[in-house]
């Protein structure tokens, strides 16, 4: 069991450390879990994000520090909007939402990147208040903290139905693998939680190329068309009510 934890982690079993590691990678598993449910726009991605946040940040600062909260409250807060924001389009079905394709807009890129800095000052915390990231040599710190703020960001943008956040998501994962990988003997845990995660990423961006846009399709809650010749009370038709009477 040593044995299998160590290849996987690349700590021993019952460190600190290794706790830490095994958490994050678990944590960015749910997080591949949810995208793939987000793909297909199902409510249960992001209760799987709340999850994920609980299984690894949140437990993480509990326990090591509470510094930590600075990143897990506001990836919490993350998940919880995107609950809230799938909320306001129309069910299909039990759990899947008729999300619609945002247009894309130059301002998107704006927000998403002023989201991805504040959140990757808020994940560095002390790091960064002490400057022990401006030290020499800590360009990977940099490069994982980002990655997961941009992963952040996207999932508020995955909320709001830009397609193009799926793209950032896979691009921050495929990053996150680059540095894994270069660094030598990668823990294999978390070099294939990242991988399903850029994998999982990626399946969105192209599913959601064939989502309509908001002009193609009226099915979102207070801005829908009905059909001609029926008001909102006759909409939608009833199986019971709107079944032809029999002979």
């Known amino acids: 069991m040593d044995q299998i934890f160590s290849t996987l982690f690349n700590q021993p079993l019952g460190s600190d450390s290794a706790l830490q590691v095994a958490l994050s990678a678990l944590s960015t598993l749910l997080t591949a879990v ?4 987000l793909a297909h726009r199902n409510d249960l991605g ?9 299984a690894g940040p949140l437990i993480i600062a509990l326990t090591f520090g509470y ?3 600075l990143s897990a409250v506001p990836s919490l807060a993350v998940a919880a909007y995107g609950l809230w924001r799938f909320s306001r389009f129309a069910l299909r079905g039990r759990f899947t939402r008729n999300a619609l394709r945002a247009p894309l807009r130059p301002r998107q890129f704006g927000w998403g990147l002023v989201l991805a800095v504040l959140l990757t000052a808020l994940g560095l915390g002390q790091m960064l208040t002490s400057g022990f990231v401006f030290q020499s040599g800590t360009a990977s710190i940099w490069i994982a903290y980002g990655c997961a703020a941009v992963i952040g960001a996207a999932l508020v943008g995955i909320a709001n139905g830009v ?3 799926w793209l950032a998501a896979a691009a921050a994962g ?3 693998v680059g540095v894994l990988v270069a660094g030598g003997d990668p823990a294999l845990g978390t070099l294939f939680s990242l991988v399903l995660l850029a994998l999982a990423a990626g399946y969105g961006w192209f599913v959601w190329g064939a989502l309509p846009a908001p002009d193609e399709h009226a099915d979102v809650r207070g801005s829908g ?3 001609d010749g029926e008001s909102a009370g006759d909409y939608p038709p009833h199986p019971y009510r709107d079944a032809p009477a029999s002979s």
Do not use: D, H
């Open 34 to 37: 949810a995208l793939m449910l």
């Open 46 to 54: 992001w209760w799987v994000q709340i999850v994920a946040v609980f």
């Open 67 to 69: 510094e930590g909260l």
């Open 163 to 165: 397609r193009w956040a």
């Open 174 to 176: 495929a990053v996150n």
């Open 225 to 227: 068309t009905l059909p």
